[in-house]
């Protein structure tokens, strides 16, 4: 399913945020589980580009690359693949979906409230918190300082 941009979604996303957009079909600003589920079985099937039923790491990679926002929690093929057998399963993919899905979750209801995807600012650089002197003081030796 496409993504809706939908009331009150927020600019910068948690981890799985594009993906869960994605889900919301009927467009309410609300994700049910039956979103999640029907979203994440139309993911994998995408996201199986031979359509063996399974995922390698490449096409794993692939599909994370191809959301419409830069995810790296997606990208890596181990979380998907906890047995190492080196093959995706769609129970496998779903699992994955599933717990990052319920870290969102409303406490008093089972759906993802889109705004609440919202990621916190990031930190500044360690560079950007060095010492910068302001320009409008005149330094120390400097005339009129």
Known sequence: PEARNAKGTPDRLVAGGGLFLSFDTNGDGRITPEEVRA?????????????DGFLTAFEQITWAESLPTRDDSLTNPVRF??????????????????????????DNSDAIVIADLKAPKPKPDRADKLYRPDPRQTPRGAPGG
């Open 39 to 51: 979203g994440t079985a139309a993911a994998f099937l995408k996201a199986d580009t031979n359509g």
């Open 81 to 106: 693949d906890p047995n190492l057998d080196r093959q995706v399963s769609p129970e496998e993919f779903e699992t994955v979906i599933a717990e990052l899905a319920a870290h969102y979750v409303e």
